[in-house]
């Protein structure tokens, strides 16, 4: 069966960097883009990118351009997340979830939580 | 920048059916899909419809999406209301403007 399964919970200072790990595993990697989706305690579902794991290529929320990198490894079907420059604000459930071409996102991990301390 | 707005929260009775809105602010809510999520709390989102009105298997036909170019908006019905479908509803889309995709703001759903 499809899982995507994330690294552990982070905390971090402001100012640091915070990488996010997501295993993939049940199908095949390189066939199916992969979404990243936060979630600030309390709010709503942020959008915050895309990575296609075949080629690499990556679309980033404006919002986040410029301290947002998204990576893959092949070798162990894992893609990465990683957000620089940290804020208070950064604090939140950080979710991969596997994507359909139509842009939905049909298998989700289980959320990594990330806080943030000044 | 496209927005999805959805009502902020719902409440209805056992046995009867919501509507759950979501209106898109600009370009056609037909020109791209959209999906719902419900997310139960402590919980990572399942879906619950894609591409308007397709329903992932083991989601029971109690729901369904659909689209109205009148109102510009999307609507999830949720009929014969459970009290385990209490949660939060939110909906996506994308805007193919600046390739970005967009969650409405989510709707609370409580079963009382």
């Known amino acids: 069966q499809v899982q995507l399964v994330q690294s552990g919970a982070e905390v971090k200072k402001a100012g640091a960097s915070v990488k996010v790990s997501c295993k993939a595993s049940?199908?095949?990697?390189?066939?199916?883009?992969v979404h990243w989706v936060r979630q600030a305690p309390g709010q709503g579902l942020e959008w915050m990118g895309i990575?296609?794991?075949?080629?690499?290529?990556?679309t980033y929320a404006q919002k986040l351009q410029g301290r947002l990198t998204m990576t893959r490894d092949t070798s162990t079907s894992t893609v990465y997340m990683e957000v620089s420059s940290l804020r208070s604000e950064d604090t939140a459930v950080y979710y991969c979830?596997?994507?359909?071409?139509?842009?939905?996102?049909?298998?989700w991990g289980q959320g990594t939580l990330v806080t943030v301390s000044s | 920048n496209l927005m999805l707005t959805q009502p902020h929260s719902v409440s209805e009775s056992p046995g009867k059916t919501v509507i759950i809105s979501c209106t898109r602010s600009?370009?056609?809510?037909?020109?791209?899909?959209v999906h719902w999520y419900q997310q139960r709390p402590g919980s990572a989102p399942t879906t619950v419809i894609y591409?308007?009105?397709?329903?992932p298997s083991g989601v029971p036909d109690r729901f369904s999406g659909s689209i109205d170019s009148s109102s510009n908006s999307a609507s999830l019905t949720i009929s014969g209301l459970k009290t385990e479908d209490e949660a939060d509803y939110y909906c996506?889309?994308?805007?193919?403007?600046?390739?970005?995709?967009?969650f409405g703001g989510g709707t609370k759903l409580t079963v009382l």
């Open positions: 979830a596997r994507g359909v071409n139509s842009g939905w996102a049909d298998n």
């Open positions: 049940g199908y095949t990697f390189s066939s199916y883009n």
């Open positions: 990575i296609n794991p075949g080629g690499g290529h990556t």
């Open positions: 600009s370009g056609s809510i037909a020109s791209n899909y």
């Open positions: 591409e308007d009105n397709q329903r």
């Open positions: 996506q889309s994308y805007d193919s403007s600046n390739h970005e995709e967009v």
